[in-house]
Structures are given as structure tokens and as C-alpha cells.
């Protein structure tokens, strides 16, 4: 131990004779270190987010899959949940949940939240305890348990605040509990995590505009579907106890389950939403290696420094062999001054993946799916990015600290530095070319990247976009009624369309390459029903004709965006004014949970769970 704080005194009083040296290596580690360390955090969070769930490896979700043609993925309807849990053998527990906005006020604010409708069985089938109060009773109802960031933020921490009220939608709600800290919620995918969790017996009065019907609807496809498995028992196993029963489903129900079986995945693979997960991944993948590649480049950078700064010291390293110093010995020194030099590059590297971390968290959207992640510097991170910079000591300190003690001691002793001979000067090309190669493969990559940007903006999407703009409006917390909030949007769009400039506007509540449908359903105007105050609308102008495309099976008009002239060959034109939003309480549920896809069981899709139901 006294040798080794011997070489780190030494290694530091050299580094602070080359202030340019030190710097410039220091600030190449940095860069390398700590854009690896922020993706590290962002991979982490994605794929692995710490959570207080207890052992998450034994839980399981459940999905409904599309078994004919191209495969589907979609989520649960309330019947099914109960037949699930009611009949299976191979769980412990089946709880069911659906996230949704909130309307809540507390004291004299009313805003709005992301929360979670469960069952009441949620918190114990995820194996949690409440950090303050408890969770649900099997015969709660108007009761809802607040997120650890909401009792501290909105309650001051108050460890008494089991028991009072908070008006949720239209009724009072009575907070029985707190959940515990870091718990954001199963899935990542549905924006916002969760700061409040209302039993589903009390759905209609926390979210009045869900329809009464849901909980009877095999059509209401809404839930998602965690469940515990039982000591001893498979994956295989729960497979096949689900496929059977989702096959005795549509021998009883065959017009609503026809084709359709069910699927049990662990949760480590339904963070998000299995349909995607791989694309997710592959993006992470790809990431990751870009951030290697750069931080391999910092590494030749550095290693070429040390092998000119070695050539420097020829000398004083034969003075030293000369005197009976070892080779390992010298090799041990160099070492650590290399080591000792990543580590400063780790220090500051921290810092740098800590602005990185807070780009991350302002573009919530990388994926084109809203994710709740949590990208701050934690310990793990931490130890990572230590760790990272031990090895890169070791990785382009090595190599030159043992070229660099083994010099020609003839040569070395004269009064004249020797220089690095034909070896030294073809590692060192090597290490120049290994850079240029490397940061190629970087440009060519980003400019490739570049490019299919460009060919994305500049495809045509079948309307103008140059002149489009968009508001939105949401009324939710704003605690408008339906009548109040019917007469805002009209007299907005019609304000809207006299201002200077507009030549027509509309109100459409998934603009159009939004990122959130695939499909738009649409209703021309004259054919839509009332506006729904508690679903958020954006007040777009300049949309194109719209033909819509009949589809009688739903109850409401489907159409997708086709611009034609009279002939009916496609065009472009100018734009006309389209109103598109929910006709129903029906459609204004299918829209506010996810995103549809055809073929349809029923409203089932590859998406995020919807709601679409029959009338």
C-alpha cells in the first residue's frame, strides 16, 4: 500500500508538470466516459429499472395474440380478467390495472394527473407494502392510494395524511395509503408514471368519461394483466394454462375470441409494449455501440499521447533501469500515472454524462413512444462509470508503459533523446489509423443517418405541412361540464378561423404523423357527435380533403388520409377544413388508450391497449 501512494504522489506531481498534456488527455477520456455512462443509465432505465416490486423475475403478463396473418399483440377486457383469475391454477394472484389521466383538486387547485384504475389486488400480487397507511381492501371503493412524489409534494410529507379526502373526477376520494418510494408504476409506456391509484370499482366516478359498460364489455379490451406465478411452476407451464383457457373463451364467446389466444410473457419483457420492444432494443444496441466506438477513439487518442510523452522520457526510464530499478517495477509506475489519469477523466466524464442525462430527459420521445424513464446519476451509474475508467486506464496505458521500459539503454543515456525507432513509429501509425478508421465509420454512419432524415422530411405524407400549424387544448383540469366545454372549442375554431392569415382550421384530437396512431379515424364534418371536454383537441389548420373510407363494423365512419382529385387519382391541392374527434363516448375511449390497428378483434391492435366498444 505505501508503494502504491508512493506512485500515485509521483504520478500526480507529473501530470501536474504537463498541464497541456493532462487536459488534453483528461477532456478526450471525459468525452468517452461519460457519454458511455449516460447511455449506460438510459439502457438501465430501459431495460432494467430498479423498482421495489418484489421478486419481478415471478411475475408474468398476460396479452391477447392475433393467430392468423401478420401477428398482433393487444390487451384485456374486464370479463376475460375475472375468467382468468377466477379459473387459473397456475398463479398466485392475477391483478388487472389501466392508466389514465386524472381530474383531481386539491384544497382550492384542480389539475390534472396521470393515475392508474387497478384492481384491488394490485399492490399484493406486486408484492408491495404501503410506506404509509395501506393498500386496498377487496371491498374498497371510494378510496385511492397517492405516489410517494405526490404526498411530499402536494402534503409536505405528512405521515397522517391516511384519511383525508382529495376530489378525484366527480366524487371524494379518502387516501387510505402511500405507495413506496421508487415505485413508478409496471410499465413504462404510457407517458407520465403513475402518482395515484383509484380501485376500478370507483371508475365512474374518478373518470366519468369512461362508459358504465366496461366492466361488462368482452369487447372493452383495456386492461393489462400481471400475475404471480406459483412456487415450482414454468413459463411453459403458464403458457399452456392460458392458451386452454383462452381456447375454452372462444368455444363460449367464438364471435368475440375467434382467432385470438392468449399469451403469457415474462414482465422483464413487457416494460413496454412487446411489439415494439425489439426495435427499442436494437435502437439501445446500436447506440451503445456508437458510444464504444467513441470512447475506443479517446482511448487511441490517449495511448498515442503516452507513447509520445514515453518517447520524451526515454531518458529519466534509462537512468532509472540503470540504477537497478525492475522493468515491472517501472511498468507497475507507469500504469498507474495512466490509471490515475483515467480517473480524472472518470471524475470529469461524470459530469458530462450528467448534462447528457439531462438532454435525455428533455426528449421524453427517443423512441416515438412516451417512456417514464429515470436517467439520473444513481449508484450504479456511478460505479459504472468507475469502473469504466479503471479499465481504460489499464487499456491504453499497458500497452505503452511496457514499450516504453524496455528502451535502448546506449542510446537512452546520451546526452541526445533517442527517438521511438521503426517500431514505436508503427505502433503509433497504427494508432492513427485505428482513429481515422473508427471516426469514419462514425461520419459515414451519421451521415447515412443524415440522409434518411432527410428523405423522411422530404417524402410526401399526402398533405401540406409547410403552412400547418397546430394548438392544443385540453380542458381536463380546467373542470369544464360537457356543455361549457362543447361551446370553448366551438367558438375557439371560430375564432381561429378569423384570424389574419388562416385559411381554414379544424379541431382533431391525433393530428396526423403525430407519432401516437397509425390509423386516424375521422368524421367529416356535419357527422360528428358532441366534443368531450376531458379529451385534449388540437386546433390544426390547413388539413387536406379527406375521402372517407366507409367501415360500418365499428358504428362510426373510418377513414384514412387519401388527397384524390375528382377522377380520383391523387393529387396535391390546397387544404380544407376536416373535423375529426370522438363521435361518441365509445370513440372518445378507443382514442384516449392507444393506438389502433386492423385486423380487430373487436377493437384489439398491436398497440397499447384500447377500448373500442359495441354499441
Known amino acids: 500500500m505505501r508503494v502504491l501512494w508512493q506512485d500515485l504522489r509521483f504520478a500526480a506531481r507529473l501530470l501536474r508538470k504537463n498541464p497541456g498534456f493532462t487536459a488534453l488527455a483528461v477532456l478526450s477520456l471525459a468525452l468517452g466516459i461519460g457519454v458511455n455512462t449516460a447511455i449506460f443509465s438510459l439502457v438501465r432505465a430501459v431495460l432494467l429499472p430498479s423498482s421495489p416490486i418484489r421478486q419481478a423475475g415471478r411475475l408474468v403478463s398476460i396479452y391477447h395474440r392475433f393467430t392468423r396473418g401478420q401477428e398482433f399483440l393487444t390487451s384485456t377486457s374486464y370479463p376475460d380478467y375475472e375468467y382468468y383469475r377466477d379459473h387459473n391454477q397456475v398463479l398466485s394472484g ?24 387497478v384492481t384491488a389486488n ?28 405526490l404526498w411530499r409534494s402536494r402534503f409536505g410529507g405528512d405521515r397522517n395524511v391516511a384519511g383525508r379526502t382529495i376530489a378525484v373526477g366527480r366524487h371524494p376520494l379518502t387516501i387510505v395509503g402511500v405507495a413506496p418510494p421508487g415505485f413508478r408504476g409496471v410499465v413504462l409506456d404510457w407517458g407520465d408514471p403513475p402518482e395515484m391509484w383509484v380501485p376500478i370499482a370507483a371508475f365512474r366516478d374518478a373518470v366519468p368519461q369512461f362508459p358504465e359498460y366496461m366492466l361488462h364489455a368482452r369487447h372493452a379490451v383495456w386492461l393489462l394483466v400481471t400475475g404471480r406465478l406459483k412456487p415450482g411452476v414454468s413459463m411453459a407451464e403458464t403458457q399452456a394454462a392460458f392458451h386452454g383457457m383462452a381456447g375454452q373463451l372462444a368455444q363460449v364467446y367464438g364471435e368475440n ?33 456508437v458510444t464504444g466506438l467513441v470512447l475506443l477513439i479517446a482511448c487511441f487518442n490517449v495511448a498515442n499521447l503516452l507513447l509520445t510523452r514515453g518517447m520524451k522520457r526515454q531518458r529519466e526510464i534509462g537512468v532509472r533501469l540503470a540504477l537497478g530499478a525492475g522493468r515491472g517495477r517501472l511498468v507497475r509506475q507507469l500504469t498507474t500515472e495512466s490509471v ?38 444513481d449508484t450504479p451509474a456511478l460505479g459504472f462509470a468507475l469502473l469504466l475508467s479503471l479499465a481504460t486506464g489499464v487499456l491504453f496505458g499497458l500497452f505503452p508503459a511496457r514499450r516504453a521500459s524496455h528502451p535502448d539503454l546506449a542510446l537512452s543515456l546520451k546526452s541526445e533523446a533517442p527517438g521511438l525507432g521503426l517500431r514505436g513509429f508503427a505502433l503509433r501509425n497504427a494508432l492513427v489509423v485505428a482513429q481515422v478508421a473508427l471516426s469514419l465509420v462514425l461520419l459515414i454512419g451519421a451521415g447515412l443517418f443524415a440522409r434518411t432524415l432527410q428523405k423522411a ?22 373542470e369544464y361540464s360537457d356543455a361549457r366545454g362543447q361551446q370553448f372549442f366551438t367558438q375557439a375554431l371560430e375564432r381561429a378561423r378569423l384570424l389574419p392569415g388562416v385559411k381554414s382550421a379544424a379541431l382533431v384530437q391525433f393530428p396526423p404523423l403525430g407519432g401516437m396512431l397509425q390509423d386516424i379515424d375521422m368524421l367529416p364534418p356535419g357527422a360528428s357527435g ?76 398491436t398497440g397499447r391497449p384500447n377500448a373500442k366498444l359495441p354499441r
Not at 422530411?457 to 380546467?478: I, N
Request: net charge positive; charged share 20%; hydrophobic share 45%.
Open 257 to 289: 375470441h375467434h382467432d385470438w389466444t392468449a399469451e403469457a410473457l415474462p414482465l422483464s419483457r413487457t416494460r413496454f409494449w412487446p411489439t415494439y420492444r425489439n426495435s427499442i432494443v436494437t435502437f439501445l444496441a446500436l447506440l451503445a455501440t
Open 122 to 149: 394490485y399492490f399484493s400480487v406486486l408484492g408491495l407494502q404501503a410506506a404509509v397507511g395501506r393498500t386496498f381492501f377487496a371491498e374498497d371503493r371510494a378510496v385511492a392510494v397517492i405516489g410517494d412524489r
Open 457 to 478: 422530411q422530404a417524402s410526401d405524407p399526402a398533405f401540406r405541412t409547410g403552412s400547418a400549424v397546430l394548438v392544443k387544448l385540453s380542458l381536463m383540469a380546467a
Open 530 to 605: 358532441p366534443l368531450r371536454v376531458n379529451n385534449g383537441y388540437h386546433i390544426a389548420g390547413l388539413l387536406p380533403h379527406a375521402r372517407p373510407a366507409a367501415s360500418t363494423r365499428t358504428g362510426f365512419q373510418r377513414a384514412r388520409y387519401r388527397k384524390r382529385s375528382a377522377s380520383g387519382h391523387r393529387q396535391r391541392g390546397d387544404g380544407a377544413a376536416l373535423l375529426a374527434g370522438p363521435g361518441s363516448h365509445r370513440q372518445a375511449v378507443a382514442s384516449r388508450n392507444g393506438r389502433r390497428e386492423t385486423p380487430a378483434r373487436g377493437g384489439r391492435g
Open 94 to 117: 392475477l391483478m388487472a390495472y389501466c392508466r389514465t389521466p386524472l381530474r383531481v383538486r386539491i384544497g382550492e387547485q384542480a389539475e390534472q394527473i396521470s393515475g392508474e384504475l
Open 340 to 377: 490515475l489519469l483515467s480517473l480524472l477523466g472518470g471524475v470529469a466524464g461524470i459530469a458530462v454524462a450528467s448534462w447528457t442525462s439531462a438532454l435525455v430527459r428533455l426528449h421524453p420521445q427517443a423512441f416515438r413512444i412516451p417512456l417514464a424513464l429515470d436517467t439520473h446519476m
